[in-house]
């Protein structure tokens, strides 16, 4: 069964700090990875997608994929209280990740 | 307004009952979905469809059935089968064809609660 693992945390970030989130996937033939943002009780929203190996920027988000270890990351810059969400790793529009939860503290 | 509408956003049924979920896209994607959220979880997958009349189990398929009649139209029937469907329900689109980057939409989710 293919598989995406999240650390399901709950993660603590100072705010104004970097966030790092990762997520592992077991497909090596995999093309497609989604960074989706989920406030409670809501649908997921997107905020990254990559294919290629590297970095990929937007904004205070950097996505970062390197298919030779099957890792994808993202990185929150400058973290905002607002930015205290679960955050969920997909891979080609069929698996999901559990989610990691962020708190970034005021 | 373009978008995935879902109905209803609470539901709740008694244990022996089918009950189907709707969902409605105008955004004219090819590709639709049904996933399943259960508290602190990510998303699984039941079904999918890529094209009008044709779809796809995903993971989680048992106790579910869907229909693809319409392009925008992808209803999702929870039978008496699935034996604990307490769960949020989440339907998505998005552009089919090559394009590895295709945005999914997800509509505002429908929870589900077998009482």
């Known amino acids: 069964q293919k598989e995406v693992e999240q650390n399901s945390g709950p993660l603590s970030v100072p705010e104004g700090a970097i966030a790092s989130l990762n997520c592992t996937y077991s497909d090596r033939g995999s093309q497609s990875f989604f960074w989706y943002r989920q406030y409670s009780g809501k649908s997921p929203e997107l905020i990254m997608f990559?294919?290629?190996?590297g970095d990929k920027e937007d904004g205070r988000f950097t996505a970062q994929l390197n298919k030779a270890s099957q890792y994808v990351s993202l990185l929150i810059r400058d973290s905002q209280p607002s930015d205290s969400a679960t955050y969920l790793c997909?891979?080609?529009?069929?698996?999901f990740g559990q989610g990691t939860r962020l708190t970034i503290n005021p | 307004d373009g978008g995935i509408t879902q109905s209803p956003k609470y539901l709740f049924r008694k244990e022996g009952q089918n009950v189907t979920l709707s969902c409605e896209q105008n955004l004219n994607h090819d590709a639709m979905y049904w996933y399943r959220q259960d508290p602190g979880q990510g998303l699984r997958l039941i079904y999918y469809s890529q094209i009008v009349n044709d779809f796809q189990k995903g993971d989680i398929a048992e106790g579910y059935s869907v229909s693809r009649e319409k392009k925008e139209s992808f209803p999702l029937t929870v039978t008496s089968a699935q034996k604990n469907p307490t769960a949020f329900y989440l339907c998505?689109?998005?552009?089919?064809?090559?394009?590895?980057?295709?945005?999914?939409?997800f509509g505002p989710g429908t929870r589900l609660t077998v009482l």
């Open positions: 990559i294919y290629s190996n």
């Open positions: 997909a891979v080609n529009w069929l698996v």
């Open positions: 998505a689109s998005r552009e089919a064809g090559g394009y590895r980057g295709a945005e999914q939409f």
